[in-house]
């Protein structure tokens, strides 16, 4: 019998065995191992103050401090299993197409550590594709991307890999998603996204591109091969139907904004559900015994899957409480 089972093979979970391992406990990864989990939709942005509101201050300082953490945790993850994660850090724009959406995304610049104003000439240097009509935008340098497929595939490489079955280990972490719920009774919700997946010649485009379009936000995350993810939708809704009306939604948008990506494979339509509870933001720390519990990461399992093995793993260890955890606590749903 190990010391430890974790309950979810997806990146929170696998981070949080990773780095159990790593502090000297045994652990069994228990998950199906599919690819049913949020991470398999997810683009992979690693943008702090890119998808927070305000009024999140603890949230926001969480996913500064995990996106400050990516680049350990990448070389780490990188060494010890000799697989590549797609880490790429050559910076995103922030791009409007109308003078409304210029007003919304300067609104949104506020919460952004450093974004350098970029006018449209500037952008399409930077980016050739984008299309002459844009109204401007803005280089933000902190935002990175990775690959979160190839990131849980190293991950479970690195775990030892999952295995079915019910755990009969004592001391249990549950990081199971949408999943959690049910294991807990904590009030996490599964929120639809759609997330498509082209394809071509590589170079199209270089950067992460946020677009800001007639209202509609939509991101373009460009891979080393030339798959871009073009994503997402958000939908309070728990079925997994690839509408056409979503579809064309996403390609209006990524076209309006990059008018190539029309010529484009339409290789692959996802639809997973992410894990949220009622404030967006994820619930991590002790239930009742020696269970505790990481879910409910929102639009930023990817980002915080850092943070959030370091935290879980330290109060497994150690019994102690980071102060950072106390905003997470599951107790405040009570
Ligand atoms: N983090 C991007 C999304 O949830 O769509």
Known sequence: MTDLAVIGGGIIGLSIAWRCIQRGLSVAVYDRGGDDGAWYAAAGMLAPAGETSFGQESLT??????????????????????????????????????????????????????????????????????????????????????????????????????????????????????GTAQLTGLPIRPVKGLVLRLRGEPGVLRHVVNGYVDGR????????????????????????????????????????LVPELAEMELAETVVRHRPSTPDNAPVLGRLPGDVYV?????????????????????????????????????????
């Open 61 to 178: 300082e969480l996913l500064l401090e995990s996106s400050r953490r990516w680049p350990g945790f990448a070389a780490d993850l990188v060494e010890a299993t000799g697989r590549e994660l797609g880490y790429d850090r050559t910076g995103a724009l922030d791009v409007a197409l109308t003078s409304d959406d210029l007003a919304e995304a300067r609104r949104l610049w506020t919460f952004r550590a450093d974004p350098v104003p970029r006018t449209p000439t500037q952008l399409r240097d930077l980016e050739p594709a984008l299309s002459p009509r844009i109204r401007g935008g803005a280089f933000i340098p902190d935002d990175h991307q990775v690959d979160p497929r190839r990131t849980v595939a190293a991950l479970r490489q690195a775990v030892g890999g999952v295995v079915a079955g019910t755990p009969t280990e004592t001391t249990t972490v549950i990081a199971a998603g949408i």
């Open 217 to 256: 936000h939509v991101y373009l995350v460009p891979r080393a091969d030339g798959e871009i993810v073009v994503g997402a939708t958000q939908d309070e809704r728990a079925d997994a139907t690839v509408t056409a009306g979503d579809v064309l939604e996403l390609l209006r948008s990524a076209t309006d």
């Open 294 to 334: 990481a879910a409910g990461h929102h639009r930023n399992g990817i980002l915080l899957a850092p943070i959030t093995a370091d935290l879980i793993a330290d109060l497994v260890v150690t019994g102690r409480p980071d102060p950072l955890l106390a905003a997470f606590a599951p107790g405040r749903f009570a």
